[in-house]
């Protein structure tokens, strides 16, 4: 199994562009978390979905940040407008079953705003 | 809300020294507890567990045991190795996670 695959691996994008970051869980898996890692705020979950349906948003910053997960194979984090404090790696992370620590994480996207 | 903290770092160390890095909670209940390690460019792996007082959780030689009378989960390694160079982070939860801060740990040799 490939694993958990985030795109891009680094993005560097200028304050008030719209950013997508892109995640294909473990096939099979049926939770997916989406987390931002900052030296400041440490490592914190932004939202989670499973079976392709958001169950739980409170963690994601403000009405600029949006996920979508269309399909078990795919989902999406948006940034729009971006901002340079949303400078951090970005961690998607997939699990079978509850309990999020199962979860299997990717290899995170550097996104940084300039 | 619930919390995890951990000693800062960095946390620099010789080849085979022994390894501890503190980990408190304070938490609702009586959560699982996780270590999860990071190596350069890469996610995070779960390390080890332990889900009820008294429980120790080990793996790779790493252990840590669940300690409610003083809310902690430390981390331990009797001989560390370059190849443990990594950060580590506690946690605690179960379908959410609370994270700590992350300690970064350099073993020279």
């Known amino acids: 199994d490939a694993g958990v695959i985030q795109s891009p691996r680094h993005e560097v994008t200028e304050m008030g562009q719209e950013v997508t970051l892109r995640c294909k869980p473990i096939s099979g898996h049926d939770y997916l978390f989406w987390y931002r890692q900052t030296m400041m705020r440490g490592l914190e979950l932004l939202i989670y979905f499973n079976n392709n349906v958001p169950i739980d948003d409170s963690g994601m910053p403000e009405d600029r940040f949006s996920a979508k997960m269309p399909n078990a194979s795919f989902s999406t984090l948006k940034i729009q407008p971006s901002e340079p404090r949303d400078s951090a790696v970005y961690f998607c992370a997939s699990s079978l079953g509850g309990g999020a620590y199962r979860a299997f994480f990717g290899q995170g996207t550097r996104l940084t705003v300039v | 809300g619930d919390s995890v903290t951990q000693m800062e770092g960095p946390v620099t160390l010789s080849e085979e020294a022994f390894l501890t890095i503190n980990c408190t909670y304070t938490?609702?209940?009586?959560?699982?507890l996780f270590w999860y390690v990071q190596y350069p460019g890469e996610g995070l792996q779960l390390l080890l567990k332990a889900t009820k007082a008294d429980d120790k959780g080990s793996n790779k030689g790493f252990e840590a045991t669940y300690r409610k009378e003083t809310t902690s989960f430390h981390l331990e390694k009797g001989s560390v190795q370059v190849s443990d160079s990594a950060v580590y982070f506690c946690a605690l939860g179960a379908q959410k996670l609370v994270f700590g801060q992350g300690t970064r740990l350099t073993i020279n040799p």
């Open positions: 938490a609702t209940g009586y959560p699982s």
